[in-house]
């Protein structure tokens, strides 16, 4: 009894050795093992090359070796589709990756993320441009601002808003319009940025002149 059990132990830690050493086979490896050990026995014992029940004799060595052969072909599979559940999990999770990675700012691999309406082709290049200029710089997953609020919310609102300046002869001096594109993003940039109230900032400067170094944020747009 000891020497089946022995025996079968010993074929399947072959068999997973041999599917550790060739990853890319594994699962076939796996299945052709647990249908020859399944089969086979099942074949021997129809030809009568095996009699599990000699005798009427249901707890002989024979017996409980057939039992636990097949066992050992059942967890083979189950090893095997269990394999195949793990590679459906790193394919979702590589193909998550590759989404993300064209939602991302173009200046570093990675860290900083651009998800739902943050995500705009303006924003990518902007934001670029501000990192090289360093206006910003990544944090983490977010950005960190190193000027005043206000000319964040300026630029934030040119992006997603279309606000823009709008000189004036009569003041000599450009005015902050909003623009009509869309309901500004606060909650969404305000977490991007770990700066609240971005939204109240661009609010209490509508129509108002427009922030100091604004023209320099201004270029990031040509």
Sequence with gaps: MLQIIFLVIGLCIIVLALSFAFKRYARLILWSSAITLFAGTLLLVGVGVINPIDGDNAGSTTFWGTIITLISGAALAFCAEMLKEGNKGKIKVQNGNSSVSEEQSVCDEG????????????????????????????????????????????????????????????????????????????????????????????????????????????????
């Design 111 to 222: 860290a900083v993320v651009l998800t739902g309406m943050l995500n705009t082709e303006l924003a990518v290049k902007v934001f670029a441009k501000a990192i090289e200029t360093g206006y910003m710089s990544e944090k983490g997953s977010h950005y960190k601002w190193n000027d005043s609020k206000v000319l964040l919310a300026y630029m934030c609102g040119r992006i997603y808003c279309g606000d823009k300046p709008v000189y004036s002869d009569m003041d000599e001096k450009s005015f902050w319009k909003f623009g009509r594109l869309g309901v500004f993003p606060d909650t969404e940039l305000s977490h991007l940025f770990e700066m609240p109230d971005l939204g109240q900032s661009r609010s209490n400067r509508k129509d108002l002149v427009v922030p100091a170094k604004s023209k320099e944020i201004d270029k990031f747009f040509e």
